[in-house]
């Protein structure tokens, strides 16, 4: 009989996309895994790993300190985690495929769900399929945005300079409004927020151009991600700013407000509602299944990647 210990089992994933905002998705219903930066870093890269935007962890809520006091309300956590390992509150694209994830995988019933993040629990709603198949899209009702007074915030990238209002979707937003969205330059490195107290935790800042009546088009870059092609919590946040800017808001009015943002990656129509929620709705979709291998990850994170 062999006294070597078995192998480690390979750790299962999959990876989806909203919006071309790509995620790796982390199934670990019982909150096992150990998942440092590190190993999130390693993953999310694109060359050496499986590629990602961010990393969505599925945890019972019941199995996750930072959940366990929204195990009432909600099943599941969704434990996001940015291309850099680091932890942010919210991701609007993420919870839509996070959502289509335990749609697919039978773990919730088809139709609604009450999602619990680190920016409090989230109500989701999943459309029926097309008659041809394609999956209906799903709308998650954000919350409201917070749109403190900003005066003075600037963002400033490949030598241009804008004023940036100030948006809080659970995480941390700049949203400037300019002529051209490719005076943002190549995005490679970050634009800078001043002041820098502004946002002591970092922020994502949000490029955004009109098209058309109560339609917009925007370029994000994303703490801790960089560039992406599509950020949910951006876009909503976009919305808000640009409904402001064209002097509306619904809680003034008693009247609901669409716009329609076109990211890189594609579409989403979001609302504000009369009682202040922001309801966004998108595609999501998941792309592969499979397994990491546990001996090329703990190679890597030991020679330190
Ligand atoms: N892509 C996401 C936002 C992910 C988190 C963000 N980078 C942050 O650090 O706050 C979205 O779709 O909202």
């Known amino acids: 009989m062999s006294d070597q210990a078995p192998p480690p089992a390979p750790i299962p994933f999959l990876k989806g996309h909203g919006t071309e905002n790509d995620f790796v998705i982390v199934p670990d219903p019982d909150g096992l895994l150990e998942l440092s930066a590190g190993t999130v870093a390693l993953l999310c890269d ?24 929204m195990a009432a309300e909600a099943e ?16 609007g694209n993420g919870i839509r495929v996070f959502a289509r994830h335990l749609a697919e995988a039978g773990l919730v019933p088809a139709g609604d769900l009450a ?15 097309e008659p041809d198949g394609t999956p209906g899209e799903i709308t998650v009702d954000m919350g409201p945005a917070v749109l403190p007074e900003s005066d003075g915030i600037e963002v400033a990238v490949a030598g241009h300079r804008w004023p940036a209002r100030k948006v809080d979707m659970g995480n941390p937003h700049a949203v400037a409004f300019v002529d051209d969205l490719a005076h ?43 560039e992406t092609r599509s950020c949910g919590t951006g876009a909503c946040a976009v919305m808000v700013a640009a409904a402001r800017r064209d002097g509306l808001d619904p809680r003034a009015t008693g009247r609901p407000v669409t716009y329609t943002v076109t990211l890189p990656g594609g579409r989403l129509v979001i609302t504000e509602r009369v009682d202040g929620g ?21 190679g890597r994170l030991a020679r330190g990647r």
Request: glycine letters at 12%.
């Open 76 to 91: 599941w956590f969704m434990d996001y985690r940015n291309a850099d390992g680091s932890v942010a509150e919210m991701c």
């Open 278 to 298: 922001v309801e966004m709705t998108g595609p999501a979709v998941i792309v592969a299944r499979g397994e990491i291998d546990p001996g090329w990850l703990s």
């Open 184 to 226: 943002a330059g190549d995005l490679l490195t970050p634009p800078r927020v001043t002041p820098a107290t502004a946002f002591p935790a970092g922020v994502n800042v949000e490029f955004v151009t009109e098209v058309g009546v109560r339609q917009v088009a925007m370029r994000v870059h994303e703490r801790g991600s960089g």
């Open 46 to 69: 694109r060359r050496a790993g499986v590629g990602g935007d961010g990393l969505l962890r599925a945890v019972r809520c019941a199995a996750h300190p930072e959940a366990a006091g």
């Open 115 to 129: 999602v619990a993040t680190r920016a409090g629990v989230k109500h989701v709603h999943l459309a029926k399929a």
